[in-house]
């Protein structure tokens, strides 16, 4: 299949037969649902602090749709972005007909209240506001409630909520727009400590979270799409590392790793050789980045999806979807079906590759008889790049909190260098700062498996955020 012949519409029927499913059919309609977000239960960590308690948070039913994005850890990826195009008055409106409530773990009312969604970042969290509650005379107390997303917006609309919170890269734009974030430009301009500290940040991060030449919120951490591969599988068909192959790890050389690794038992195939993933997170898109496409142009207000050098990527998936070298969705669909529980296709064998996120290395460590490492995303032949579209987190702060101050405080002690370089052992994920994240991240003695994880620095600079628009909803997007 070329991609000179290939039309916008013939991709779109290709698609439409199953080739990539429902995912590439969203990748070009963008030019509700329910979301799988934060914990199944609400938590609470206010350090040096005694009191703690619960409010009733309304759940503005009709008027806001949570929406779940690639995932990267249980809820890193989630998504509200009906949330997003809801005036603050329907929200209100909704809120107050609303017959049901729903706990919302508070901290004290002389203290800031943080929100972060993921259930596994509790105990880091809790060890940070621990450290900063030490010195600080205003404390910190850091919520982690269920149904993350809705309980932000109807807090929000009946015109409390937390005092700051963690936010995601595709909701971030919208929630810029309609002025669910507050704009932090005059706090960062005259504090000498917090702009450095901004200024070492991953260049990507840093850009994102500004909205219409404003600072409306700072970055924390992401996360990186990596190619994972089995050792043993590798060395059996006379395969070496790819990590030993530099710039030559490219698309075309790892498409003769998965011709070679692919097994078959007559025109049937048993073991694919790599496993992509039908997303625009660690999935098909970063074949359109990597080859210089893009979702939307930078000012965001042109669909630029379906580009020549966008389409030629796509193209490329399909052609090995299509030569059975990369797995199907049948074969994923029949694969998952008979992996046990806990663990993944990778882990199970039914693949030697598997293009992910680096939020599965906690799965693979387990499966202790799996002789594994990773690999960075491989190069365009095009343009000679990598690629690592990420869901980019950062910290915004809530307009109408009362401690706004305080609220800062804290958000530029989540910046300073000796925070960011806990941010890996703590929570697993990548700094934002440059130099943490190369220091700690990048290093396996810090970092933890795999031994491949010290040539990840290529992708950690070519980390751009998931597509995502102040107009269009990421429901919309996917």
């Given at each position: 299949?070329?991609?000179?012949?290939?039309?916008?519409?013939?991709?779109?029927?290709?698609?439409?037969?199953?080739?990539?499913?429902?995912?590439?059919v969203?990748?070009?309609?963008?030019?509700?649902?329910?979301?799988?977000?934060?914990?199944?239960?609400?938590?609470?960590?206010?350090?040096?602090?005694?009191?703690?308690?619960?409010?009733?948070?309304?759940?503005?039913?009709?008027?806001?749709?949570?929406?779940?994005?690639?995932?990267?850890?249980?809820?890193?990826?989630?998504?509200?972005?009906?949330a997003?195009?809801?005036?603050?008055?329907t929200?209100?409106?909704?809120a107050?007909?609303?017959?049901?409530?729903?706990?919302?773990?508070?901290?004290?009312?002389?203290?800031?209240?943080?929100?972060?969604?993921?259930?596994?970042?509790?105990?880091?969290?809790?060890?940070?506001?621990?450290?900063?509650?030490?010195?600080?005379?205003?404390?910190?107390?850091?919520?982690n409630?269920?149904?993350?997303?809705?309980?932000?917006?109807?807090?929000?609309?009946?015109?409390?909520?937390?005092?700051?919170?963690?936010?995601?890269?595709?909701?971030?734009?919208?929630?810029?727009?309609n002025?669910?974030?507050?704009?932090?430009?005059?706090?960062?301009?005259?504090?000498?400590?917090?702009?450095?500290?901004?200024?070492?940040?991953?260049?990507?991060?840093?850009?994102?979270?500004?909205?219409?030449?404003?600072?409306?919120?700072?970055?924390?951490?992401?996360?990186?799409?990596?190619?994972?591969?089995?050792?043993?599988?590798?060395?059996?068909?006379?395969?070496?590392?790819?990590?030993?192959?530099?710039?030559?790890?490219?698309?075309?050389?790892?498409?003769?790793?998965?011709?070679?690794?692919?097994?078959?038992?007559?025109?049937?195939i048993t073991?694919?050789g790599?496993?992509?993933?039908?997303?625009?997170?660690?999935?098909?898109?970063?074949?359109?980045?990597?080859?210089?496409?893009?979702?939307?142009?930078?000012?965001?207000?042109?669909?630029?999806?379906?580009?020549?050098?966008?389409?030629?990527?796509?193209?490329?998936?399909?052609?090995?979807?299509?030569?059975?070298?990369?797995?199907?969705?049948?074969?994923?669909?029949?694969?998952?079906?008979?992996?046990?529980?806990?663990?993944?296709?990778?882990?199970?064998?039914?693949?030697?590759?598997?293009?992910?996120?680096?939020?599965?290395?906690?799965?693979?460590?387990?499966?202790?008889?799996?002789n594994?490492?990773?690999?960075i995303?491989?190069?365009?032949p095009?343009?000679?790049k990598?690629?690592?579209?990420?869901?980019?987190?950062?910290?915004?702060?809530?307009?109408?909190?009362?401690?706004?101050?305080?609220?800062?405080?804290?958000?530029?002690?989540?910046?300073?260098?000796?925070?960011?370089?806990?941010?890996?052992?703590?929570?697993?994920?990548?700094?934002?700062?440059?130099?943490?994240?190369?220091?700690?991240?990048?290093?396996?003695?810090?970092?933890?498996?795999?031994?491949?994880?010290?040539?990840?620095?290529?992708?950690?600079?070519?980390?751009?955020?998931?597509?995502?628009?102040?107009?269009?909803s990421?429901?919309?997007?996917?």
């Amino acid at each position: 299949m070329s991609s000179a012949k290939l039309s916008r519409r013939e991709l779109l029927v290709t698609a439409r037969v199953g080739v990539l499913g429902t995912a590439a059919v969203g990748l070009l309609a963008a030019c509700g649902g329910t979301a799988a977000v934060g914990s199944t239960s609400g938590t609470v960590s206010v350090s040096a602090a005694s009191a703690t308690g619960s409010t009733a948070a309304p759940t503005a039913s009709a008027a806001v749709t949570t929406s779940s994005a690639a995932t990267a850890s249980a809820a890193a990826s989630s998504t509200a972005s009906a949330a997003a195009t809801t005036t603050s008055a329907t929200a209100t409106k909704a809120a107050a007909a609303s017959t049901s409530a729903a706990a919302v773990p508070t901290v004290p009312a002389d203290a800031v209240d943080f929100w972060q969604w993921g259930a596994g970042y509790v105990p880091g969290f809790a060890k940070l506001t621990d450290d900063y509650n030490k010195t600080s005379k205003v404390k910190v107390g850091t919520v982690n409630p269920s149904d993350y997303w809705n309980k932000v917006v109807t807090t929000q609309a009946s015109g409390t909520g937390p005092d700051g919170f963690l936010m995601n890269n595709v909701n971030f734009k919208q929630w810029a727009h309609n002025g669910l974030v507050a704009d932090l430009s005059g706090y960062l301009n005259p504090d000498k400590d917090a702009a450095a500290s901004l200024k070492a940040m991953t260049p990507s991060l840093v850009n994102w979270y500004q909205y219409q030449g404003k600072t409306m919120g700072v970055p924390w951490d992401f996360s990186a799409g990596i190619v994972g591969f089995n050792l043993d599988q590798l060395r059996a068909v006379g395969l070496t590392s790819p990590n030993d192959q530099g710039k030559k790890w490219d698309w075309n050389l790892m498409q003769d790793y998965a011709t070679k690794l692919t097994q078959k038992s007559g025109s049937e195939i048993t073991r694919s050789g790599i496993w992509i993933n039908a997303g625009l997170e660690n999935g098909y898109y970063s074949f359109c980045v990597a080859n210089g496409g893009s979702f939307f142009n930078e000012s965001l207000d042109q669909c630029t999806i379906a580009s020549p050098e966008a389409i030629s990527g796509l193209d490329f998936v399909l052609t090995m979807l299509k030569n059975g070298v990369a797995a199907t969705p049948a074969f994923m669909s029949a694969a998952n079906k008979a992996v046990p529980t806990g663990g993944t296709a990778f882990t199970d064998g039914a693949t030697a590759m598997d293009f992910e996120g680096d939020w599965n290395f906690t799965t693979w460590v387990k499966a202790t008889s799996l002789n594994w490492d990773a690999t960075i995303f491989p190069y365009s032949p095009t343009t000679g790049k990598t690629a690592n579209t990420s869901n980019l987190r950062g910290v915004v702060m809530n307009p109408q909190s009362k401690k706004k101050d305080d609220t800062w405080n804290w958000m530029a002690y989540l910046m300073s260098k000796p925070v960011q370089d806990q941010i890996t052992g703590l929570l697993g994920e990548i700094p934002a700062n440059s130099a943490s994240a190369t220091a700690t991240y990048g290093d396996p003695t810090k970092g933890g498996p795999p031994p491949g994880r010290k040539y990840f620095q290529p992708v950690l600079d070519a980390t751009t955020p998931l597509p995502a628009s102040d107009l269009i909803s990421w429901n919309d997007i996917v």
